[in-house]
């Protein structure tokens, strides 16, 4: 071990080749072949690999094929405008592709604060987070049945809650230009109303009802022509839950998608409440873990 060690470090115990030895182009060979945490951790080891690590052919097969458009967009969500994209457009040219890459991974704001993406670091595929404030909520304006409450269990802070209504609905969509990949959409949604007392978590249960009598249908759909639809009871109070809606496949990361999405219980035989909603999550689908609630039916 110490020997590979003194090796890596370029350092010379006796005769023979070490790393440092190595040709740059040979070790940029080495790191295509990992992953960007990986490329990182090998950048430690000497010279040559801290070079190679630094390399544009290196990291831009890290990203996406659309890299550009994604960093006009995060350029404009940082609160330029057109020409703030386009200049970011010109920059993704120009700029180290390791500093794009490190931009793209940093989560970023848009459409008003409402929606936030950001680049995966173990692969090469985008998660967006809508707020629930850009959702279109049934009754939303009327607070004997929603309201917007602050909740520091929220990337945005705030998240809908609901004392009661006889039809809940909640829909929304978004149009982004995604990388290629297949993608899962998820409601991220919390029975009870959870807050905060004498520092300790705690969370009431006052308006909880209704879920258990009929299940809450799940749609989603894209501008290609895909599909998808669940339904499941909601359970298990107390703690957030990413109900699967469906998955989706991006074939041409050139052209935007467009995608729409309902969490809806439109039988009005009964009220329902106790319900928070946070956001709806998009993220690809080698992240998820396909294990689904057991109430799914």
């Given at each position: ?35 960007p945490p990986e490329i990182c951790r090998m950048a430690r080891l000497s010279r040559t690999f801290r070079g190679a690590a630094s390399g ?80 279109s909520i049934t009754g939303i304006d009327d607070r004997r049945y929603w309201n917007f409450i602050p909740n520091d269990e929220s990337r ?142």
């Open positions: 071990m110490g020997a590979v060690a003194s090796s890596a470090r370029g350092g010379r115990g006796g005769e023979g080749t070490v790393l440092g030895d190595l040709p740059e182009s040979c070790v940029a060979e080495v790191l295509l072949r990992l992953d544009d052919g290196v990291w831009e097969s890290k990203l996406p094929r659309n890299y550009a458009r994604l960093l006009a967009v995060a350029a404009a969500g940082d609160g330029g405008e057109r020409q703030a994209a386009a200049t970011a457009a010109l920059e993704a040219e120009s700029l180290p592709k390791k500093e794009v890459y490190a931009r793209l991974c940093r989560r970023t704001r848009f459409d008003g604060g409402k929606k936030e993406f950001w680049l995966d670091k173990g692969g090469r595929g985008i998660c967006m987070s809508i707020s629930s404030m850009a959702l945005f802070h705030t998240v809908a809650y609901l004392s009661q209504i006889w039809w809940f609905e909640v829909r929304g969509e978004v149009e982004f230009c995604f990388p290629e990949g297949t993608y899962s959409l998820f409601y991220r949604v919390h029975l009870g109303r959870p807050f905060k007392r004498l520092g300790r978590r705690v969370c009431s249960s006052e308006h909880i009802h209704g879920w258990d009598i009929k299940p809450v249908r799940f749609q989603m759909s894209t501008s290609d022509g895909q599909q998808a639809q669940s339904k499941c009871y909601l359970t298990d109070p107390g703690v957030w839950i990413n109900h699967h809606v469906g998955d989706f496949v991006v074939k041409d990361s050139s052209k935007p998608t467009n995608i729409r999405f309902a969490m809806i219980q439109i039988d009005c035989t009964h009220t329902k409440g106790g319900l928070c909603v946070d956001s709806v999550v998009v993220k690809p689908q080698y992240l998820t873990q396909k294990k689904l609630p057991r109430c799914y039916v």
